[in-house]
């Protein structure tokens, strides 16, 4: 019996720190191995791997969670970590809120907050434009998609970090505050169904059909929840990173205020290689060995993302940040039937952001060089004003 | 040049519609075909359309005749 490659592997919290590195040493000397954390999984770490892993699910299902570990519920979010043919049904109820005609009449209210908000962090010498800026931004348009009231942005945040952030260290926290969301979720919808009908991500929720039956109240409590955590800290975290590379690297700042015609390339180049979601889960449904390593059936396979987007047998210079690059196909959205449902806004939200802020405020700087380049936490820049 | 989207493995990105949004169309729920139903590519836009197959993440569009 050949021996099974082992790493201790991890790709939450402080991890990150130094992520980029452990992603080499796996593709060049364990592309496929094994982790004991969270349970147990075994990792792919190559583009090619992860793109076929992907395209495969009916042995790479979804369930129980593609989120490894899960976020707080043991309730299957939809429609992330459900497998086909239902997968399809849930899907369709929301693609249409999400098509590039449907993002560009969103893209108004976009730019009108990116303004408002820059023209605020801007009016100090220092500002935390984490913390100003761009988690503040995602969660004031998810307010109008998903028809919270506007003022509940304020909220979000906390449940966020404790949710997802805290999961791996305190995971009693992240449950407690799963419920709360889910309570204030279910409150939203009784609200609903007294008001007259609106069209928006709550108001299709309420009144969808699966199948040709009436969706459940679960179902729609799934969907609510799993949209909550897929939609405000991975924008957040794309808006975040890109400006932290920015306030590191004076001169690439200065090619995008010449030339903002390069933003939509260099938000891409971003995305590859500062994903806000560097992994996700899958379960095998049967026997398959992929790279030499005999994964059994119910065996955890995490795909990294951030590794297969940094894999020199995809990209010349993959751990160089090109923000003209012109090919860039990668996985920040991850690849086949679960694909990001919101990756156009997504997009979108990151390209306003930093167009308007590159537009509104003078250069800037980073103040305090161990803030890390992952998560939604604190970035301190001190904008550099004509004296 | 002529191309086809596979449905088999579209799943709505739309980067073909940053490249080469005159080429490519999405029906209401994102998902792309190719606006000539023959497929050809006008020679002017072929270097847009090798762009969106090498960005396309489904690697779905297909080239049939370079």
């Keep these: 019996m050949t021996e099974i490659p082992v790493r201790d592997f991890d790709f939450h919290g402080p991890a990150l720190d130094t992520i980029f590195d452990t992603y080499k040493e796996l593709r060049d000397h364990c592309p496929v191995g094994w982790s004991d954390r969270y349970g147990g999984f075994w990792f792919l770490a190559k583009n090619e791997d992860i793109f076929n892993a992907e395209q495969d699910w009916a042995t790479f299902s979804v369930a129980p969670s593609m989120l490894l570990p899960a976020f707080g519920t043991d309730e299957p979010m939809i429609p992330i970590d459900i497998d086909p043919p239902l997968h399809s049904a849930y899907r369709k109820l929301l693609l249409p809120l999400f098509t590039p005609r449907a993002v560009d009449a969103l893209t108004p209210l976009v730019e009108e907050t990116a303004r408002t908000l820059a023209d605020e962090v801007v009016k100090g010498e220092v500002a935390d434009i984490g913390l100003g800026y761009a988690r503040p931004l995602p969660s004031i348009i998810f307010c109008t998609l998903v028809g919270y009231p506007p003022e509940d942005w304020h909220m979000f945040d906390g449940w966020v970090d404790r949710i997802i952030y805290d999961r791996d260290v305190n995971p009693d926290e992240s449950a407690t505050a799963a419920n709360e969301v889910r309570d204030y979720l279910w409150s939203l919808v009784e609200r609903r169904r007294q008001e007259p009908p609106k069209d928006d991500i709550t108001g299709r929720l309420i009144t969808a059909q699966i199948d040709g039956r009436p969706i459940t109240d679960e179902e729609i409590l799934n969907y609510g929840y799993l949209l909550f955590l897929a939609g405000l800290d991975t924008t957040a975290w794309a808006i975040r990173s890109s400006l932290w590379y920015l306030a590191r690297n004076p001169q690439d700042q200065e090619r995008l205020r010449r030339d903002p015609g390069l933003i939509s390339s260099a938000a891409e180049e971003f995305l590859r290689t500062m994903s806000p979601v560097q992994a996700m889960a899958r379960t095998a449904t049967k026997d398959v060995e992929v790279g030499g390593c005999p994964i059994k059936k119910g065996d955890r396979v995490v795909l990294a993302f951030g590794s297969g987007n940094r894999d020199e047998d995809a990209y010349p210079d993959p751990d160089e940040i090109i923000i003209d690059r012109e090919e860039n196909r990668h996985f920040a959205f991850g690849a086949g039937i679960h694909r990001c449902l919101g990756s156009n806004l997504g997009r979108r939200e990151v390209i306003v952001a930093l167009r308007e802020f590159l537009d509104r405020v003078p250069p800037f700087e980073a103040v305090n060089l161990d803030e890390p380049w992952h998560g939604v936490g604190p970035l301190t820049v001190r904008f550099i004003r004509e004296a | ?66």
């Design chain 2, 1 to 66: 040049m002529r191309i086809a989207v596979d449905p088999s493995k579209c799943q709505g990105h739309n980067r073909c519609m940053i490249f080469a949004p005159d080429v490519f169309e999405v029906d209401d729920y994102g998902f792309a075909t190719v606006q000539n139903p023959a497929g050809t590519v006008p020679e002017e836009r072929v270097e847009a359309v090798r762009t969106a197959v090498a960005n396309c993440p489904e690697l779905a569009i297909l080239v049939l005749e370079d």
